[in-house]
């Protein structure tokens, strides 16, 4: 938000300089980002003089240029050499003596130098208007008015404006400080703090009624939905002249960033920034039947902002519609292309009202409209403003437009608000701001902050809260805004603070994360990050009422929240094939969501590996070696080995969209599953190369890893054992099954089983195949013996023959 140093001097009863201005704004919470100064005219034509041009004769040596004595009034006339075609003598001009600076229109500044052009010398520059920022002309120089005398600077001829900009970065609760006076009443409730007294009173504008015109206008209003507009002001005013705005109203505009546009738009944007009231304008002849209605219209119906797009309109749009029920205005939005201020307009109809917050939220995001009336009624406006708001705008275009009221202010507002009332102790407000505050600072602070004081004694306060403080609800807001005004700077700082450490739960789930994030991304995984919103059409094989259904979808393709990682992926791997890029490993840690009920919903988090295309590029070396099962699988095997979650059991299943798929568990918890991705699902993103999948139960692995006693271990003292079997068996056995049934044998000592070798021939027998398998075995307290290790290879063997039939090979 901005704010002009000059304007809100208007409102204060002291005037503090800039740079004090800024310290006072920060202390009660309304922090300077900067402090800039505004020029109407860059420069302000600093050093610039009025001249009387005494002598004017041709160049010798240039048939455009012109040689002339200048009076400047201060001694000896100057010599300029000009290239004005329309110079003569008698003129009175603007003057660059050597030494000033001119800013152009466009170009950058040039500072004058005594100079010598084709032979002749010149001591300054005779100024085109667009030359020194004035305007845009450049046909000749500027000729001024000849009873001007040589000497006037141009500044005080001119008077450029000249002003301090405050860029505040205002905090979304402080509605009431949009506002120049809004922010005039934290200086003054600062001031009267600090100075313990209650003298600093905001000082409105004076307010001159414009005359009555001779001809009564009346325009009805009726105001259907009283829960979106609660009060609704207006008022007729005739006999307008629409034209440019007086340059003080437009210099004030400009430097606040704002457009000056007419006297009429300009004065609704004036009064905005000055009270924090938004009003509208709107062209009288265009309101038919005599009246405003404040309703709501059928859903599609079309309506012509001022921009000239045409927008359908929503249930839930509050509009402005005259009494043929034809749309004027969307309410505290936007304006209609048809209704607004002309250069004919000599009537007009002005609003002032109040809007609930939430509907024109929902409205100005739905049509993308952020106008400053918006994101105030959206934040909540002061409603007990719009009459003075109303007011002050019809004095301003009775004086600025030769405005004349042909009706009374017609004031709409069926159920006034209570004021909030908030009860609050003393000792509380020491407790909660941790300062000790005297009950007599803290009225002084909140009556010259506009609270009434209802009640109180010397343990408590009761406080009415005034209508421009919207965001004060609760006692706690009314601590902030004592220790705001008073400072927060004031609070003291003690010498010892008592706390007690926080006891961080394990495993810390954000350093797991990260740490299984640099592990993929070190094996050339890149991270991706898909929209958990997407396309319902996927999902055709899942009920459809467990899916989380968008109420406001964005479009037809994001209608629902994923119920499953593997499609929104595939949508990625597709986007990167279709630009060549083949060789893919991504990784995401994302979130699904189910519906459970009514009003019941779930969101799970996974971490999900996608592979595609080569392991690595193709050259001389070695041929291309697509990604496969095992590849994939090294890479789960791995992430769980970082993770040292002990014993995973590998299981075959059936899976949508996955073929074959296994699912993966972990002391009875299933925590992954993956594979292939089946030929329908990869036509159905038109992708014609295998596509690898592993999705983690991220919950379930952050479960797993809370169970266990510890997660680092020393470096063993003792040597492993390692045996080696060569296993006969039947071809369908998995050795997902030899390493299930090698762990039935109940021993701590086992550590680790490794299939290195697969062989199958005839002389096996048929139907047969033989696995060769390692055991590693460790004791963590000794060396073990030969016989120990025997004994536990013969159990080994004992149950691979007993449980799957398994011959040993000798």
Known sequence: MTISYNWLCDYLPVKPAPEELSVILTAVGLEVESLEKFESVKGSLEGLVIGEVLHVEKHPNADKLRLTKVNIGNGEPLSIVCGAPNVAVGQKVVVAPVGATIYPSSGEPLTMKKAKIRGEESYGMICAEDEIGLGESHEGILVLDASLQPGMTARELFQPAQDWIFVIGLTPNHIDAMSHMGVARDICAYLNNHEHTQIYQVRKPGIHAASPAAQAKETGIEVKNTEACPRYCGQTITGIRVGPSPSWMQHRLQAIGVRPINNIVDITNYVLHETGQPLHAFDAAAIKGGKVIIQNLPVGTPFTTLDGKERKLDAGDLMICDGENNPLCIAGVFGGMHSGVKDTTTEIFLESALFSATGIRKTSVRHGLRTDAAVRFEKGADISQAPFALERAVALMGELAHGAPASGVTDVYPSPAAPTV??????????????????????????????????????????????????????????????????????????????????????????????????????????????????????????????????????????????????????????????????????????????????????????????????????????????????????????????????????????????????????????????????????????????????????????????????????PKFPAVRRDLALVLDKHVTFAAVEATARTVKTSLLQHINLFDVFESEKLGAGKKSYAVSFTFRDKQKTLTDQETDALMNKLVKAFETQLQAEIRK
């Open 422 to 715: 908030i009860e609050i102790t003393y000792q509380y407000i020491n407790t909660l701001s941790g300062h000790q505050y005297a009950p007599d600072k803290v009225r002084n602070i909140l009556c010259s902050l506009g609270f009434t004081v209802q009640s109180e004694t010397d343990t408590h306060l009761r406080v009415a809260v005034p209508p421009h403080k919207t965001d004060i609800s609760i006692p706690a807001d009314i601590v902030e805004e004592v220790m705001r005004i008073d400072g927060l700077d004031n609070i003291p700082i003690p010498a010892f603070v008592n706390m007690v450490p926080s006891r961080q739960a394990q495993p810390d789930k954000e350093r797991v994360k990260e740490k299984i994030a640099d592990y993929l991304a070190a094996n050339g995984f890149s991270e991706i990050f898909t929209n958990s919103i997407t396309n319902s059409q996927y999902y055709k094989h899942l009920r459809q009422e467990d899916l989380v259904k968008m109420i406001n979808n964005l479009s037809a393709e994001l209608d629902v929240m994923r119920p499953s990682m593997l499609e929104t992926g595939l949508e990625r791997i597709a986007y990167n094939l279709n630009r060549r890029n083949e060789d893919l490993l991504f990784f995401e840690f994302g979130k699904t969501y189910a519906r459970e009920g009514a009003g019941q919903y779930t969101e799970t988090e996974h971490l999900s590996l996608y592979l595609t295309g080569q392991k690595l590029p193709e050259n001389w070396m070695h041929k291309a070696q697509p990604v496969d099962f095992y590849y994939l699988k090294g890479y789960v095997q791995n992430i769980l080995q970082q993770l040292a979650l002990p014993a995973p059991q590998m299981t075959a299943v059936s899976a949508h969209g996955l073929q074959p798929a296994f699912e993966i568990s972990v002391n009875g918890t299933v925590i992954a599953v993956l594979g292939a991705v089946d030929s329908q699902k990869l036509k159905a993103f038109d992708i014609k190369q295998a596509v690898w999948y592993a999705d983690f139960y991220w919950a379930a692995i952050l479960q797993q890893l809370q169970t266990k006693e510890s997660f680092y271990e020393e470096i």
